[in-house]
């Protein structure tokens, strides 16, 4: 199975085998048009770069769309920072659509429906306000029972994770870097008309790597980056008290 490879080419061969299955790439708006459809969503969970990286191979791919979702709430990345809005940006011009992840855990809010939806449409007009894009679709990070039961419906937002698109499409996910169903033979197999997929593009690389050598060289990376940022924002000096060799395991 190809695609369990996770790279950037396996990721194009199983695209090229959706599109001449007859399905059309749709998105949240669209599905209704066709007989055959499928969306492509991204979570951003952890790397914006990468997700760049997939809309780029999209677009190369005869202007293939999908949806990409960013956390506001993250250790990982910082929405706010110019070289992140740019990346959002050009996810956006390179004609994809550009939705909220949201993390319910970083709210108190006491399975109090009325509560959450007040901070979702809070952070979906922030996103709005940093990107200069109007979001319209969320998709839920790593959501409760409770909210995957409750249908959530928020005013003027979809809802990727609603019963439509959860329950009444084919879905299909490599979270925690496994597909627990062969997405190829489904794809290949043509039994359901709508099928909605989530990627997450952290897990891809050029070469077939390990789920260990993917997060092990994630956090190598990461010490280099805070290295980095220490240098150019704090300490000019930094190499006097630590060598990055020190830190380039």
Request: charged fraction near 20%.
């Amino acid at each position: 199975m190809g695609i369990c490879k996770f790279t950037y080419n396996a990721y194009q061969k199983f695209i090229t085998s959706i599109l001449h299955n007859g399905y059309v790439i749709g998105n949240y708006q669209t599905y209704t048009d066709f007989e055959k459809v499928c969306i492509l969503r991204h979570d951003i969970d952890v790397d914006i770069a990468k997700a760049v990286k997939f809309a780029e191979i999209e677009h190369a791919m005869d202007g293939v769309q999908a949806s990409y979702f960013v956390l506001l709430n993250t250790s990982f990345y910082n929405a706010f920072e110019a070289r992140n809005i740019k990346g959002i940006k050009k996810i956006a011009n390179l004609g994809h659509l550009v939705g909220l992840h949201f993390d319910e855990t970083q709210y108190v809010w006491g399975k109090n429906i009325n509560c959450l939806t007040e901070y979702i449409l809070k952070e979906v007009n922030l996103l709005e306000q940093i990107i200069e894009i109007p979001v319209n679709i969320i998709s839920m990070h790593r959501p409760s029972k409770f909210l995957l039961e409750s249908n959530l419906c928020v005013p003027g937002i979809i809802n990727t994770y609603s019963a439509l698109f959860f329950k009444d499409f084919k879905y299909l996910s490599d979270s925690m870097h496994t597909w627990r169903e062969d997405a190829e033979k489904i794809i290949i197999d043509g039994k359901f008309k709508r099928i909605h997929i989530l990627t997450h593009p952290f897990w891809y690389t050029d070469q077939p790597e390990t789920m260990r050598d993917k997060v092990y060289n994630f956090i190598i990376n990461g010490n280099l980056q805070l290295y980095n940022e220490l240098h150019k924002s704090v300490l000019p000096n930094i190499n006097n008290l630590i060598k990055q060799e020190e830190i380039e395991i």
